[in-house]
Nanobody, 121 residues
Framework: VQLQAFGGGLVQPRGSLRLSCAGS????????MGWFRQAPGKDREFIAA????????YYADSAKGRFTISRDNAYNTLYLQMNSLKPEDTTVYYC???????????????WGQGTQVTVSS
């Protein structure tokens, strides 16, 4: 599967942004999907994951209560709704797909190109 994240941009603190990740092919619904972010010089950070049918979600502590992951398999699209954004959320966000059914593991098989999110006034 090929993935492309988009929807990033500049947003003010306490603002909201929705990221999207478009997947190619007819097998999108067979993958567990996840969102990650990575700042320059730092390790990749897991944000959230969602099961193949969207029924199970799993969040990093830093994302709970502010971020919501969802998917629409009819449109081969993954989403990340981000609310109450903070300057420290500024970085590049990536979507990823994996064959594993587990939403808690962070080993993924496919990665999309990232989209930059900048939170600044």
């Amino acid at each position: 599967v090929q993935l492309q994240a988009f929807g990033g941009g500049l947003v003010q603190p306490r603002g909201s942004l929705r990221l999207s990740c478009a997947g190619s092919g007819r097998t999108f619904s067979t993958y567990t999907m996840g969102w990650f972010r990575q700042a320059p010089g730092k390790d990749r950070e897991f944000i959230a994951a969602i099961s193949r049918n969207g029924g199970i979600t799993y969040y990093a502590d830093s994302a709970k209560g502010r971020f919501t992951i969802s998917r629409d398999n009819a449109y081969n699209t993954l989403y990340l709704q981000m609310n109450s954004l903070k300057p420290e959320d500024t970085t590049v966000y990536y979507c990823a797909a994996k064959y594993s059914l587990s939403t808690s593991g962070v080993k993924y098989d496919y990665w999309g190109q990232g989209t930059q999110v900048t939170v600044s006034s």
